[in-house]
């Protein structure tokens, strides 16, 4: 009873993060993707682009750029407006305008597996094979559905409207810049080539991880997750080709080789374009 009393006192003075129940502002920009898909670097680099004299990390990035799972109602509905919030939601019409970064499953699968191993989750020695099978179909614990759910409920609801930016984390792996500058013209910064060379650099995967040593206790997604693991690790793509078994990739492909094929990704496995689309 006291309990339910506390919760529903918290619920009253708005000290619950609202999640998909946020109030949505006409002028909000939310920075969208699936869990483990470059979010939080992706957070980095707009903070640094849009407040570089506030010197972004850990410390500070919930309030640059709240998080919508991760921040009270009552802190969010005090941020400095236009907000730019994160968020991992499937598709939600309220959103004005949505940049979606999108990353290749079968990458987000080994980053969501270290995590997990990072926040106690599952056991360290827990097998990548059923890892995988959880995250295809969908049995990881968060309510933002599959990898292929999530990013189709934008991809074919908001393709080809202004109000939607697709990023492909690769290509901010490898023409920073020229995404960068996508993203600058779609949230409206005039931003000059030198500073979003700044807020490269100050978001560089180096500079990161040495923040996350110095902060990692501090920041909410981390504070209460094993120290000895980083949750910035090697910050790259195509890691599963070394890292993850066949029989693991076969699965990922099986189930969305439609949409993977379609954003751009390139099969290990060509026949499972037919086969992911069908399923699609």
Excluded: C
């Amino acid at each position: 009873m006291i309990k339910r009393l506390v919760a529903g006192g918290k619920q009253f003075l708005g000290m619950y993060p609202p999640g998909r129940r946020i109030a949505v502002l006409p002028d909000d920009i939310f920075l969208v993707s699936y869990p483990k898909s470059g979010n939080t670097w992706t957070r980095f680099l707009i903070a640094n682009l849009v407040h570089p004299e506030k010197n972004p990390d850990f410390s500070n990035i919930n309030d640059l750029l709240p998080d919508v799972e991760g921040m009270s109602k009552r802190d969010l509905a005090r941020a400095t407006r236009p907000r730019v919030l994160k968020s991992h939601q499937y598709f939600d019409p309220r959103y004005p305008k949505v940049i979606y970064v999108v990353r290749d499953p079968r990458d987000v699968v080994l980053s969501e597996y270290h995590f997990d191993i990072k926040r106690r989750a599952i056991a360290e020695d827990f097998p990548l094979t059923q890892f995988v099978l959880r995250f295809v179909r969908g049995e990881l614990n968060h309510p933002y559905g599959t990898w292929g759910e999530n990013a189709a409920t934008w991809l074919y609801t908001r393709r080809g409207d202004p109000r939607f930016l697709l990023v492909k984390y690769e290509a901010l792996q490898t023409q920073a810049t020229d995404e960068m500058g996508r993203i600058a013209h779609f949230m409206g910064i005039p931003a000059d080539p030198n500073r979003i060379a700044l807020a490269i650099e100050r978001s560089s995967a180096d500079r990161m991880r040495e923040l996350e040593k110095k902060q990692g206790h501090l920041w909410s997604s981390t504070r209460d997750t094993r120290q000895d693991k980083p949750f910035v690790r090697a910050a790259k793509a195509g890691g599963w080709k070394a890292e993850l078994p066949e029989s693991s990739v076969a699965e990922i492909e099986a189930a969305w080789g439609g949409i993977m094929h379609e954003i751009g990704y390139e099969l290990a496995v060509p026949s499972f374009v037919q086969a992911g689309m069908e399923r699609a």
